[in-house]
């Protein structure tokens, strides 16, 4: 059973920046692909960022691409998201997974089995 806490959330103003962080308890974090997922209220969760085991491959949405950096540090069990040039719309409680393996699938909640709590963020116009 693997624990994902996220942290550094908070209210920005439009345009401004936040990074997120993800803490694993999993112990083959690794070689675990990563994805962030955000959720708005009343709306299914949404794909945002992914990366591989070994983070020589990312993925992102169309709406955060440009703006947006997963990254990762294997040595301290850590996935980030770094938001820079934030929108109202990217209001939403983020939440980092672990994706399944055999998945093949990066982009759709169905591919991962673990889940944080989440991280309010707030972008205020």
């Known amino acids: 059973q693997v624990q994902l806490v996220e942290s550094g959330g908070g209210l920005v103003q439009t345009g401004g920046s936040l990074r997120l962080s993800c803490a694993s308890s999993?112990?083959?974090?690794?070689?675990?692909?990563m994805g962030w997922f955000r959720q708005a209220p009343g709306k299914e969760r949404e794909f945002v960022a992914a990366?591989?085991?070994?983070?020589?491959?990312?993925y992102y949405a169309d709406s955060v691409k440009g703006r947006f950096t997963i990254s990762r540090d294997n040595a301290k069990k850590m996935v980030y998201l770094q938001m820079n040039s934030l929108k109202p719309e990217d209001t939403a409680v983020y939440h980092c997974?672990?994706?399944?393996?055999?998945?093949?699938?990066?982009?759709?909640?169905?591919?991962?089995?673990?889940w944080g709590q989440g991280t309010q963020v707030t972008v205020s116009s």
């Open positions: 990366i591989t085991w070994r983070g020589g491959s990312t």
């Open positions: 999993g112990r083959t974090f690794s070689t675990d692909d």
């Open positions: 997974a672990r994706n399944l393996v055999g998945s093949g699938s990066y982009y759709f909640e169905a591919g991962y089995d673990s």
